[in-house]
Each structure stands twice: as structure tokens, then as C-alpha cells.
């Protein structure tokens, strides 16, 4: 990753897990370079038990390092969600304040 840290991404428990697939890196730095500014990320990894007490879903991709939930200032989620799947990402959700981005594996799905 060019444009982040793994600290970045590391789960809000304090467990230490921080691991990001290559392709997530690949992913996020494509939309900061797109828009040429910073993307901030809300919740990137989460061990199982901080993903079951924030309400993930049971089989999520931020589990396996590969979703981050993203904002940037001045760009709707609408439009980094655009972005996004333009650029390579699988997973792709619209939320009031943020975007989430993920690279599974298999089928592709976007919910704007």
C-alpha cells in the first residue's frame, strides 16, 4: 500500500489483528489516487468477536482483511462507491456516511 498504514486497518478491540489483502492495498490506493486526496478508513480489520459485537455479518470480509469501510471528505459515498467498482473492488455498499469496499473471492455484488 502506498497511501496507508496496516495501523490503519488494525481491529478498534486492541486485539492486534491488522492484516489487509494485497488486493484491498491495491484497491484503496487506486480511489486516492483517482480522486487525488486522502482516503480515511472507519473499520478495516475485525477479529471475530469484535466483528459479532459490532453486528457484522456472520461470514465478513473485514474478518479476512478484505474490506474496509472508507470516507472522504468532500466525496459522497455514492460517488467513491462509483469509483470503486470502477477500480477493481468486488463488494461494494452505500451507507449515509461512508462506503464499504471489499475484494471477495466468487461473485461481485453493489448496493447503492
Excluded at 21 to 46: K, W
Excluded at 76 to 104: C, M, Q, S
Amino acid at each position: 500500500m502506498k497511501y496507508f498504514t496496516y495501523e490503519e486497518f488494525a481491529c478498534k478491540c486492541g486485539c492486534g489483528f491488522k492484516y489487509i489483502d494485497h488486493e484491498l492495498g491495491q484497491v484503496l490506493d487506486a480511489i486516492r489516487e483517482f480522486f487525488d486526496a486522502p482516503v480515511y478508513v472507519n473499520s478495516g480489520c475485525r477479529c471475530e468477536s469484535h466483528n459479532f459485537r459490532v453486528g457484522g455479518a456472520i461470514h465478513s470480509q473485514h474478518v479476512l482483511g478484505k474490506a474496509a469501510d472508507i470516507h472522504m471528505k468532500d466525496v459522497t459515498p455514492a460517488i467513491i462507491a462509483e469509483a470503486a467498482v470502477k477500480l477493481g473492488a468486488n463488494g461494494v455498499k452505500v451507507y449515509d456516511t461512508f462506503t464499504h469496499v471489499d475484494v471477495r473471492d466468487g461473485h461481485s455484488w453493489h448496493v447503492f
